[in-house]
């Protein structure tokens, strides 16, 4: 995402230090987190197909595929995929749900699915000879090690195949104005949290970085990106069953992420009615392979 949250976030430690240990809090309630995350517009889906050339028996190779939320839909479309997961708990649901769809007339129309989720670590699961004709990472490549993943993900393609990354922010946009009040419960809960923090417009989102860091690896052409604003209205309850899915809610200290929760809820409950909207933007960054 940034995932963590609805706003920004300062920490003293060193964020790759703290990669490694966010990254493993995602599967400790695998089912919290497919119930409570937002799934992709279907645009987004149509972007990966357009871009990547993504159709009936293209090879994916899918990166940190968590509860399924992209593998899924590609599946459906008729994508034969290799699904790594480093989360056990994340990669069960993931099956499962791949199994439920595969009951569906749609999976029959199309010859039914194709994937397999493996319980592994990209950075050290060993490539299978044949290469993938795309390798897609949905809000994830992020919590891959940046010393390996751009060069693993252009060893598993082929020649001409694509590096399919979608990025997910969130942006200001649905209630505004609660986002704002809420830093309050940040800055008195969250230590990490500096004071007059705001969510960017989408206009001044700059993914550049992940451009440049494809193109620094000299094995990928020009990155293309698309871009899709998505509102989505929450409950207090749902808004709250969300935050817990975020990495930096979950590693605060119990006693302080339980407070910041509570502060949340008074807010939404006192102040909106019990409803909120968050606007997310979505990214769909894809580079060929050299």
């Known amino acids: ?9 300062r920490d003293d430690q060193p964020e790759e230090s703290r990669r490694p240990r966010l990254a493993r809090v995602f599967d400790e309630d695998a089912e919290l987190y497919d119930r409570a995350r937002p799934t ?3 645009e987004l889906h ?12 293209s090879r994916v190779l899918e990166v940190g595929c968590g509860t399924g939320q992209a593998t899924v839909p ?16 994340m990669a069960a649901v993931a ?21 397999e989720v493996v319980t592994a670590e990209f950075e050290s699961w060993p490539l299978p000879p044949e290469p993938f004709d795309a390798v897609v990472s949905a809000t994830a490549f992020h919590w891959i090690d940046p010393a390996v993943r751009t060069a693993r993900a252009a ?8 590096l399919a990354v979608v990025r997910t922010q969130h942006v200001r946009g649905g209630t505004e104005e609660f986002f704002v009040e809420v830093q309050r419960c940040y800055e008195r809960f969250d230590p990490a949290t500096p004071p007059g923090l705001r969510l960017p417009e989408a ?13 620094a690896s000299g094995r990928f052409g020009p990155t293309v990106v698309r871009r899709h ?26 006693a302080a992420r339980e407070g910041l929760l509570e502060c949340v809820a008074a807010l939404v409950d006192g102040r909106y009615g019990g409803r909120l909207t968050k606007r997310y933007l979505f990214e769909v960054c894809v580079s060929p392979r050299r």
């Open 40 to 42: 992709y517009p279907p």
């Open 74 to 89: 590609l599946a459906r479309r008729g994508c034969r995929i290799t699904a790594v997961e480093a989360g056990p708990r």
């Open 155 to 162: 060893d598993a393609l082929r020649p001409g195949g694509a």
């Open 95 to 115: 099956r499962r749900r791949l199994a439920e769809a595969a009951t569906t007339a749609t999976a029959t129309a199309t010859g039914g699915i194709a994937a």
């Open 203 to 215: 206009a001044d989102v700059d993914g550049s970085d992940h451009a440049r860091e494809v193109a």
């Open 1 to 9: 995402m940034p995932d963590d949250g609805p706003r920004p976030r």
């Open 46 to 57: 149509d972007d990966l197909a357009d871009l990547a050339g993504l159709g009936p028996g």
């Open 229 to 254: 604003e998505q509102d989505i209205t929450y409950t207090t309850s749902a808004y709250l069953e969300l935050l817990r899915t975020f990495s930096g809610h979950r590693a605060l200290p119990e």
